[in-house]
C-alpha cells in the first residue's frame, strides 16, 4: 500500500520560507503526476500545484512567483519551496497523486504568524 509522510511546516513569520517535503512509499512514483494540496481552517481542501515527471507545473493564481514545486524520483519524493509567506498561506498542506487517488498522509501544518 502506498504511503505518503509530509513534513517540514512549521511556525513562520509573514515573508518567511518553509520547505515541506512528502515521501511516498511504493514503487511507480516517477509515472504519477504528484500534487501539493492544502486546507486552510473551515475551507475546502485546494490544489496548491501539480508536477508531473519532466513536465509543466501549473500553480493556483495565489502562490504563482511564491512557491516552487519539484520532485525526485530518485528518492520518492516531491518538493514545495515556499516564499514570501502569508498569513493567507496557514492550512495543513498534504501530497497526493493529481488527480488525488491515494489514501491521505496527516499532512504538515504550516502556520504563518506574527
Known amino acids: 500500500q502506498v504511503q505518503l509522510v509530509e513534513s517540514g511546516g512549521g511556525l513562520v513569520q509573514p515573508g518567511g520560507s518553509l520547505r515541506l517535503s512528502c515521501v511516498v512509499s511504493?514503487?511507480?512514483?516517477?509515472?504519477?503526476?504528484m500534487g501539493w494540496y492544502r486546507q486552510a481552517p473551515g475551507k475546502e481542501r485546494e490544489l496548491v500545484a501539480s508536477i508531473r515527471s519532466g513536465g509543466n507545473t501549473p500553480y493556483v493564481d495565489s502562490v504563482k512567483g511564491r512557491f516552487t514545486v519539484s520532485r525526485d524520483n530518485a528518492k520518492n519524493t516531491v518538493y514545495l519551496q515556499m516564499n514570501s509567506l502569508n498569513v493567507e498561506d496557514t492550512a495543513v498542506y498534504y501530497c497526493n497523486t493529481h488527480p488525488s487517488t491515494l489514501r491521505w498522509g496527516q499532512g504538515t501544518q504550516v502556520t504563518v504568524s506574527s
Open positions: 511504493g514503487s511507480w512514483f516517477s509515472i504519477y503526476v
